[in-house]
């Protein structure tokens, strides 16, 4: 059973950073499309970055230059490594894992993770 699990969230000041984790179990992560999601009160959902089987990394404009999407098959774990935070960075931060080979596949989710920047 296909199974992520999101940590690493937590209260950072402006400039600060983090590193989240996505745990994936019950699949080959490198089979598919894994992407970083948030979402802030009152706001849709929205991806932040993503990374497909061949490695090819897309990126949120608004955190292009900040944010680094990385994986490690071995230890079956993404990472969102979150440089020079801003307070408008602060949301509730999920991992999916979507099917490439799927057409319309929406993916799995994780339980997300909170991220507060704040001063």
């Known amino acids: 059973q296909l199974q992520l699990v999101e940590s690493g969230g937590g209260l950072v000041q402006p400039g600060g950073s983090l590193r989240l984790s996505c745990a994936a179990s019950?699949?080959?992560?490198?089979?598919?499309?894994i992407g970083w999601f948030r979402q802030a009160p009152g706001k849709e959902r929205e991806l932040v970055a993503n990374?497909?089987?061949?490695?090819?990394?897309n990126y949120a404009d608004s955190v292009k230059g900040r944010f680094t999407i990385s994986r490690d098959v071995a230890k079956s774990t993404v990472y969102l490594q979150m440089d020079n935070l801003k307070p408008e960075d602060t949301a509730v931060y999920y991992c999916?894992?979507?099917?490439?080979?799927?057409?319309?596949?929406?993916?799995?989710w994780g339980q997300g993770t909170q991220v507060t920047v704040s001063s």
């Open positions: 019950g699949f080959r992560l490198d089979y598919y499309v």
């Open positions: 990374i497909a089987s061949t490695l090819r990394r």
């Open positions: 999916n894992a979507r099917r490439p080979w799927v057409a319309g596949d929406v993916g799995s």
